[in-house]
């Protein structure tokens, strides 16, 4: 008999969340490497397409696929009370997933997803529900909090955690071999209209802010004939718009993405694309911002950061103010609305002093694109991380939070001024919509 898997992404505890194309592709990666081997069974609470969120229409999505998240009001937790932001449970409500669990034969698995550092709260209550109610199910922790704070995720009582991308302890644990040619498990969702795709692993930068290098390693493109496949499926299940996952999209983009959007074009495949995590504009040339806008992208978020070259240099020189202005020409040259172009920059970086964060802002507006701030979230084991503990004590990874810490950083006053000011700056664009 196959064993018994429940896939669970967990609700989020924050300041603030939205569904920005959310999804548990990790958890939902592996799901498909043991395709054929378990019967699945899948509880997301982000998804919004879950019969509780459509019968709330206030909840409906953007053009895009993007929306808000049905949430709850909560104390602040105690080390952040001082931050004058509500704090909240996003997610379905606690009891349909305990009616869930009631209902349904128990598994002898459970996976559960982690994303952010600072979202374990929500990774706690799962743990605390499954115990309560399915004492055997043996518990399997993997995802991005812990494998930056593996210790820390040691004490939340799992049975096994996997940290980083080697998956051998978890074919051991459950003595299955994954199959990494499968396509992720999007068949979970009884109802999807986003999807994911990473195209390749890693990124060649070596931003000082940033855990990417240290826990992928050297940049490599994955294989093509997976993406496709992966796209096909995601396109047989009515999917209309796909967030890129990759740190490095546009690396030796004839290598992977010029490729796989030319084959969309041969193909003819009508699909809506956005780069949520980050473009880096240094590698947007003519040839392919034309490929890009062609093949279906309607969103472009950029990764900029500051127009500092001091800043630039001491981050890691990951793109220069010159690149950012080239590349956004390209983009509108090749048919990009400028305002679905947005270069993100880091409010509440550590070296806010060398950042020059208003000129960088004013700087990014002159272009005639907009601007998003990122509020800053230290990590541990990052050089910006490791200096934070400066202000913060960063093992407790509730600290890691993006809208706590520039508040620590900068004051209350300070951090809504700044946002305020990005407010202004994009309504004085022509002909700003929301991307
Ligand atoms: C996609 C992404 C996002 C998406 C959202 C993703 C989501 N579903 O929530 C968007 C673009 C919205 C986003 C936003 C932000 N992000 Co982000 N993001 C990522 C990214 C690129 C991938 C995360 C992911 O989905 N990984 C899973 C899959 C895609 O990775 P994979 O390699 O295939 O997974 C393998 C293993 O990890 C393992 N695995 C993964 N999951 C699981 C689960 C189980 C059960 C098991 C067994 C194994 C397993 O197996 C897989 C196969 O080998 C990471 C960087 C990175 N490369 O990890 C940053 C990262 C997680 N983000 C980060 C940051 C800083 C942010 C922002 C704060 C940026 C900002 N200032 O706005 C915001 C925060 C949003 C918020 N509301 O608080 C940081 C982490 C910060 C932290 N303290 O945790 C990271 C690590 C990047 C970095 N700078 O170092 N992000
Ligand atoms: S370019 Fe992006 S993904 Fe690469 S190291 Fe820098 S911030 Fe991380």
């Not at 879950?50 to 009001?73: A, M, T």
């Not at 718009?241 to 290598?255: G, Q, R, S, T, V």
């Not at 309607?298 to 500051?306: I, R, V």
Request: include cysteine.
């Amino acid at each position: 008999m196959k064993p018994k898997i429940l896939l669970v992404n967990p609700p989020i505890y924050d300041f603030a969340a939205y569904d920005f194309w959310l999804k548990p592709y990790g958890l939902l990666s592996i799901a498909g490497y043991l395709r054929d081997k378990v019967d699945f069974k899948l509880f997301d609470y982000l998804d919004r397409l879950h019969p509780f969120v459509v019968k709330r229409n206030e909840l409906e999505s953007d053009r895009w696929g993007r929306g808000r998240l049905y949430c709850q009001k909560l104390p602040n937790p105690a080390c952040l009370e001082n931050i004058p932001r509500y704090f909240r449970r996003f997610g379905l409500p606690r009891e349909l997933f305990i009616d869930f669990l009631t209902t349904q034969t128990q598994s002898d698995f459970v996976l559960i997803q982690t994303m952010m550092t600072y979202w374990y709260p929500g990774v706690q209550e799962v743990i605390e529900d499954i115990r309560n109610a399915w004492p055997k199910a043996k518990i399997i922790l993997g995802g991005n909090y812990v494998t930056l704070c593996a210790k820390h995720a040691q004490e939340l009582g799992a049975d096994l955690s996997v940290e980083g991308t080697n998956l051998g302890p978890l074919a051991e644990f459950l003595d299955i071999e994954p199959d990494s040619e499968q396509p992720a498990f999007w068949q979970g969702y009884e109802n999807l209209n986003v999807g994911v795709l990473k195209l390749t692993d890693g990124c060649p930068f070596n931003c000082t802010y940033c855990s990417v290098p240290k826990v992928y390693g050297k940049f490599k493109t994955r294989p093509l004939e997976h993406s496709l496949a992966e796209l096909q499926l995601l396109c047989r299940l009515g999917v209309e718009n796909i967030a890129f996952y990759d740190d490095a999209l546009l690396f030796e983009p004839e290598k992977v993405l010029m490729p796989f959007l030319n084959e969309v074009l041969t193909r003819n495949i009508k699909m809506n694309f956005h780069s949520p995590n980050a473009l880096n504009a240094r590698f947007i040339t003519s040839e392919l911002a034309e490929l890009m806008v062609r093949a279906g992208f309607k969103t472009f978020y950029l990764g900029f950061e500051s127009a500092s070259l001091e800043w630039q240099k001491r981050t890691g020189s990951k793109v220069s103010s010159d690149e950012l202005a080239q590349a956004s020409q390209y983009l509108i040259a090749a048919g990009a609305e400028p305002a679905s172009i947005t270069a993100y920059q880091i409010l509440g970086h550590p070296q806010t002093d060398s950042q020059q964060l208003e000129a960088s802002m004013r700087f990014v507006n002159s272009l005639g694109i907009r601007g998003m701030l990122a509020d800053f979230s230290p990590i541990p084991g990052t050089p910006d991380g490791e200096f934070c503990r400066k202000w913060v004590d960063m093992d407790e990874p509730l600290f890691h939070n993006k809208t706590a810490f520039p508040i620590i950083l900068l004051g209350f006053d300070e951090t809504n001024r700044l946002k305020d000011l990005q407010r202004q700056l994009n309504r004085s664009l022509p002909n700003i919509q929301k991307h």
